[in-house]
């Protein structure tokens, strides 16, 4: 069965960055994206960015240009997102997600897997 | 301030039905993108209701529906359950941004 298994929780202090991991199982990692998505405590989704797992090309979301750094690594079917420059407002919890799309007919672009999410705590 | 607009709550009585309303641009749901629905429960990860606008993941039960027309959609939910009190989010793709855009989600309140 598809999974994706996020690293754990990471308390930083602000100005530092935070890297957090998402390991993909039960289907072939390069043929599907990867998208990111931030949820502020008691707050909505927000997207950040997307990868290709397949060749490492990167989208990111306006607000999070500069700052956010999405790679991967094929050998263990990991995705990875970096948020440098960290903020007390950054605080939240980051959750990977699959994203079912075909390109050539434009179907669907949903996310179909999500990881379990990922809590990122920034403070002094 | 997110891109695709929801109310933020709506509340119905068991086995009452409710509906949420999503609504967009011309640079996303106008522009014929497909609409998607999530639901989240309390302290859980999103989990995927609806997708391409009114397709039922397996196990989701056929209480939860959806619909879309211009620049919006609906999600209605039938014979509502306790056990559907969660948050619920639009999604669709925008092509101004080259990637998902979300609403800021409704909270249901099963009275």
């Known amino acids: 069965q598809v999974q994706l298994v996020q690293s754990g929780a990471e308390v930083k202090k602000p100005g530092a960055s935070a890297r957090v991991s998402c390991r993909a199982s039960?289907?072939?990692?390069?043929?599907?994206?990867i998208h990111w998505i931030r949820q502020a405590p008691g707050q909505g989704l927000e997207w950040m960015g997307w990868?290709?797992?397949?060749?490492?090309?990167?989208d990111y979301a306006p607000k999070f240009q500069g700052r956010v750094t999405l790679t991967r690594d094929t050998s263990i079917s990991t995705a990875y997102m970096e948020l440098s420059r960290l903020r007390s407002d950054d605080t939240a919890i980051f959750y990977c997600?699959?994203?079912?799309?075909?390109?050539?007919?434009?179907?669907?672009?949903?996310?179909?897997?999500w990881g379990q999410g990922t809590l990122v705590t920034v403070s002094s | 301030q997110s891109v695709l607009t929801q109310p933020p709550s709506v509340s119905g009585a068991p086995g009452q039905r409710v509906t949420i309303s999503c609504t967009g641009s011309?640079?996303?749901?106008?522009?014929?993108?497909?609409v998607h629905w999530y639901q989240q429960l309390p302290g859980a990860a999103p989990k995927l209701l609806i997708y391409?606008?009114?397709n039922r993941p397996s196990g989701v039960p056929d209480r939860f529906s959806g619909s879309k027309s211009g620049t919006s959609a609906s999600l209605a939910i039938t014979g509502l359950q306790a056990e559907d009190e969660a948050d619920y989010y639009c999604?669709?793709?925008?092509?101004?941004?080259?990637?998902?855009?979300f609403g800021g989600g409704t909270k249901l309140t099963v009275l």
């Open positions: 997600a699959r994203i079912y799309y075909h390109p050539l007919t434009g179907y669907g672009y949903y996310l179909d897997y």
């Open positions: 039960g289907y072939t990692f390069t043929n599907f994206y």
């Open positions: 990868i290709n797992p397949n060749s490492g090309d990167t």
């Open positions: 011309s640079s996303n749901i106008g522009a014929t993108y497909d």
């Open positions: 391409v606008n009114n």
């Open positions: 999604q669709s793709y925008d092509r101004s941004l080259n990637g998902a855009v």
